[in-house]
């Protein structure tokens, strides 16, 4: 089991019950009757026959395109960087927008990917983990505000359903392409990046993100925040108030759609995954269940770090004090392994 260390969270604090460690409305429990201990333990899928072949034939792809990125005006200043509006284009000629970050009257020295959950994003994130750094935040496809594509639901129970027939029309791969063409857009934009890249990812952006890096060596570290797409398998089997809940029920009606999802596994992903890699992992969340996302951690086939949640997807009063302390760890974590 790869090394791990506690952030934002002492062993001897975490209490489990019945209805979890803390008090909530739903019909199941959050922590799905899992401890420190029994989430730790959690293995990944093996991999179905054609699993590397599959995505590597996909990232070929995705990097066959010419993102042709553009730069919109000046939308915002904050945190010693200038935002702007960005569009580029991935696979399948679709063309996608989002934000670039880019350092106020600084070369750039580090350079970021930065994916996001299933509600879109609607901003730039910022500030950045490390100073001097430049970062590109696109909306995958069809998702707010700036990811909208036509045929395309923007909902998340219909868009994480479209394409599934198929692991070559399934949206999440389409997604997955929109992060590897992000990060030659970046290259593009900002040429004077010759390091290698760091990736932020949270729910849906953490899943993308443990798909996405295994084949692609432009990266060299990530982080990935409660992240979703992990043991497919046993995410079919809890019930959940994100994504997973519609592919539950879907599969029930569809169980070979299970034959598919084995290629859309974060877990199984991760065993092929050697980039320096800081997980952080809730223990109780009601949106992507906590299996899952230590799943993912556990499978980590390189260095990996551990930064246990209380909770996410879920308001609770010490979320302010462990997002400081995440934003903490990630900075440290990132100046060890791109600033080093």
Known sequence: MPAYRLVGCETATVRFSGMGILAHGFGFDP??????????????????????????????????????????????????????????????????????????????????????????????????????????????????????????????????????????????????????????ALRQLVPELTERLGYLGESLGGGLGALALPWDERFAAAQLTVPTFGNQPLRLTLDCAGSGESVRRYAARHPEVTEVLAFFDAATAARQLTAPTLVAAALFDPSVPPPGQFAVHNALAGPAELAVLTAGHFQYPDLDAETAALAAATSRFFAAHLAA
């Open 31 to 184: 922590t799905y009757g899992y401890d420190l201990d029994r989430l730790l333990a959690v293995p990944a899928p093996v991999a179905p026959a054609g699993f590397a072949e599959f995505w590597r034939g996909q990232y070929a792809a995705a990097l066959a395109v010419d993102p042709d990125p553009v730069l919109g005006p000046v939308e915002d200043k904050r945190d010693g960087c200038q935002v702007f509006g960005v569009t580029f284009s991935s696979v399948g000629g679709v063309r996608l927008g989002g934000w670039a970050v880019l350092p106020d009257e600084r070369p750039a020295r580090h350079g970021f990917v930065v994916g996001h959950g299933y509600g879109g994003r609607a901003a730039a994130r910022s500030p950045l983990p490390l100073p001097c750094s430049a970062a590109i935040q696109p909306c995958v496809r069809g998702l707010p505000d700036r990811g909208r594509t036509p045929g395309i639901p923007d909902t998340t129970a219909e868009h994480v359903l479209h394409g599934i027939e198929a692991p070559e029309t399934y949206v999440i791969g389409g997604c997955v392409a929109d992060l590897w063409c992000a990060a030659t």
